[in-house]
């Protein structure tokens, strides 16, 4: 669990012109309580800034949206000229993973939100500010309700395991950086398929042009945002959700920064969006599912968003092995790694086994 | 006597290795199940480690075949009264001429 302390501060900046990097980070003042003094922390439930001593609760004020809504451009064949925003004087390193993270307001914790390692303070890194994000809508508690939900109905899992997890557990609340990008393409594609004429097996082939488009593409930052977190929890994101980035909405948890540019971004997460756009192809062209697909990009057009999505993560150990369960801070979708029972699977598998193998054995007699 | 044993031998084994690799397959199955009905997988990668190999109809129909062949053997190697006295009587030792 997080434990409170002092907040972990960085030189508050702000910059009238709409720049791409315009975030400012929390100062001392704006997460203090302006009744007592504390330090507060973001609360979902009431949307507002609260104060763990004396309660009081500062609501935040819608800032201006058209950041939120805004994207910018970007052409793969020019240079990068996006600037660094300035770095924090701290950041905290896991020694497991590399993941740095910052905690803001009363939010500091020992462990690595990704992987439950052990962090260290190191001097901050300069990265890229975030633009937009969703704030957390689903509370530490319920977050915790769901995962143990969702642990109780697997199948296959060890006895007692719901029990084990609500004791050992450890949540972390963290804003995980993404992009989400607007891409149009013009491709150039070479299909060919297999299929049966005149009972012979003969080879087809296609080629041609086609125009994809992607809208609101989500897109993780960072090698730590993992596909489980990506595809576990987040692939129903809603962009008519994100709100101008403040940072008091991260006050109480642990947030990412944008450390890759666009370019390396795109470069990152190639393997995965050519996937998609061949299946959209596909698609598109109506071809079949055994279809070899070659394409090759001529042309493309690309806007980009940085933001920032909430997901609450629980780490729990079973039999000396780490798991997780990731539960979205938008709308508490569960997803996650769990244990299998050996024994469980091995009693059913040794059932279907001896089905399986008697009917056959038989069945061999038979026909012998 | 020897081939019939073996026969037996073999179907033991059979279901031996089928409950061992089904475990695995099972294993597979719920995580390919857990990933299409709550996670609605999409990325490459995820996809990739989902193992397709391990499918339960390769599984079942792997061993079922090799059951049918155990079967057809051991029924092929059994003397036809049910007595294994006289089974295979080319194993037993010649009698000295």
Redesign the interface.
């Known amino acids: 669990m997080f434990t409170h302390s002092s907040a972990i501060l960085r030189v508050s900046r702000r910059s009238p012109s709409p720049s791409p990097t315009e975030e400012s980070p929390p100062s001392q003042r704006e997460l203090s309580c302006n009744a007592c003094g504390n330090q507060c922390r973001f609360d979902p439930a009431q949307e507002a800034l609260i104060c763990d001593g004396c309660g009081n609760a500062q609501v935040i004020a819608a800032a201006n949206q058209y950041r939120a809504g805004r994207e910018y451009p970007f052409d793969p064949n020019s240079p990068e000229t996006e600037p660094r925003g300035v770095p924090p004087a701290q950041e905290h390193q896991c020694s497991g993973c590399g993941g740095t993270v910052l905690f803001s307001g009363t939010a500091l914790s020992e462990r690595c939100p990704y992987c439950n390692g052990p962090m260290v303070l190191v001097p901050g890194r300069s990265g890229y500010d975030a633009m937009a994000l969703i704030p957390f809508r689903i509370s530490a508690e319920d977050a915790r309700k769901r995962a143990l939900d969702w642990i109780s109905k697997r199948e296959g899992a060890p006895n007692q395991l719901t029990e084990h997890v609500a004791r050992t557990a450890r949540t972390a609340g963290l804003y995980a950086p993404f992009w989400t990008f607007d891409t149009s393409e013009a491709l150039t594609y070479m299909a060919t398929w297999m299929e049966y004429e005149h009972k012979r097996m003969v080879t087809r082939s296609s080629s041609g042009h086609h125009d994809v488009a992607f809208d609101d593409l989500l897109v993780p930052a960072s090698p730590h945002v993992t596909p489980l977190i990506r595809d576990g929890i987040l692939h129903e994101f809603a962009p008519g959700a994100l709100r101008s980035f403040d940072a008091r909405y991260l006050a109480g948890f642990a947030a990412e920064r944008h450390h890759q540019s666009v370019a390396e971004g795109f470069a990152f997460n190639a393997p995965d969006k050519r996937l998609r756009t061949k299946r959209k192809v596909c698609e598109d062209r109506a071809f079949g599912e055994n279809v070899s697909l070659a394409v090759r990009t001529d042309d493309i057009a690309a806007r980009y968003r940085r933001i920032l999505l909430p997901v609450w993560i629980f780490h729990y150990d079973h039999s000396g092995r780490p798991y997780k369960v990731v539960v979205s801070g938008i709308n508490g979708q569960t997803f996650g790694e769990r244990p299998y029972s050996t024994a469980k699977l091995a009693l059913v598998s040794g059932l279907v086994s001896f089905l399986v193998v008697s009917v056959g054995i038989v069945l061999g007699m038979v026909l012998a | 006597m020897s081939t019939y044993l073996s026969s037996l031998a073999a179907?033991a084994l059979?279901?031996g290795l089928?409950?061992?690799?089904?475990?695995f397959?099972?294993?597979s199955l719920?995580r390919r199940r857990?990933?299409q009905r709550?996670?609605?997988?999409?990325?490459?990668?995820?996809v990739r480690?989902q193992g397709r190999w391990l499918a339960p109809t390769v599984w079942?129909l792997t061993?079922?075949?090799?059951?049918?062949?155990?079967?057809?053997?051991?029924?092929?190697t059994t003397p036809p009264n049910g007595s294994l006295k006289h089974f295979n009587t080319r194993d037993l030792p010649r009698p000295a001429v």
């Open positions: 179907a059979l279901f089928s409950t061992y690799f089904g475990v397959v099972l294993e719920i857990e990933a709550e996670a609605q997988v999409e990325s490459a990668s995820h480690a079942i061993v079922f075949w090799l059951a049918l062949f155990v079967g057809y053997f051991i029924a092929s």
